[in-house]
């Protein structure tokens, strides 16, 4: 039996967007036309593939198996692509690139540039997002580079050393521990922190820390970027653990201070994560040796 490939990438699309009318607005294509090619694909294979009793339809048993070599299919047909483009010496393709909210922020910008020079007929695409969604975009195949900050365990993905990063407490300016030269952890004690959401790496590295030093820190405020942390910092809303890079400019203009903590010292990896068992688009690979060559 072979199937119609393009029901099965309309098939794939409902899936990814989460409903008939986004497939159809990402395909350009009117949602009556949709419906109507999932269902000559339930036809063909015999075996109903999405669950539409709730308002949002969701792929049964079958569905999440098919959309997952759906998946691999589209990805090894735009590896072919790149890999051809590659011939032609990547004057025309495209690059989908997720990396964690501070690499995306602060890091990303400079290599996407430098990237740009190199190749400009090569179009960026860019997700900033926290860890655990990198990885999941990774895994499903809707990225080919994928940076992050925060720790990374997946049986399909290897973790890559990449660079490393500083993160620093900081305290909103005149701050009375920012006066100190070095700040015992035991006052830290009554502080407020303001955090990363759940899934960020900072949070995650930045909790592990501060455990580790035995400075139990209490969670006043939970927010979804960096910047926004800093604001909050400034606002007088509390203390918060950032990379040194994001601050730097804060910092520089006293709108920020740090607080040294005696005996601590904050370092993480930076990385990269590769999908086992597969190859890197040309794209990918001259991204990559960006990477390694600190440009």
Known sequence: MALNLNALRVFAAVVERGG???????????????????????????????DRRQRTPHPTEAGVLLA????????AERAAEEELRAVRGLARGALRIAASTTVATYLLPALLAAFRRRHPGISLFVASTNTRRVARLLVHRRVEVALVEGPVSH???????????ELIIVAP??????????????LL?????????PGSGTRAVAHAALRAANIQARTALVLGSTEAIKQAV?????????SRDACADQLASGKLAQVRVANLVIRRPLTRLILRGTKPTAAAAAFESLLGSGS
């Not at 949602?31 to 015999?46: C, I």
């Not at 997952?68 to 990805?75: H, M, P, T, V, W």
């Not at 004690?189 to 959401?197: M, T």
Request: aromatic share 4%; hydrophobic share 45%.
């Open 20 to 50: 008939f009318s986004r497939a159809a607005e990402s395909l350009r294509v009117s949602q009556p036309a949709v419906s109507k090619a999932v269902r000559e694909l339930e036809r063909q294979v015999g075996v109903e593939l999405l």
């Open 68 to 75: 997952e070599r759906a998946r691999e299919l589209f990805a």
């Open 155 to 165: 049986p399909r993905i290897e973790v890559v050393p990449w660079r490393e990063d």
């Open 173 to 186: 300016a005149g701050h009375p521990l920012a006066r100190r030269r070095a700040v015992p952890a035991r």
């Open 189 to 197: 004690a009554g502080e407020s922190f303001i955090v990363r959401e």
């Open 234 to 242: 400034g606002a007088g809303l509390g203390l918060a653990v950032v």
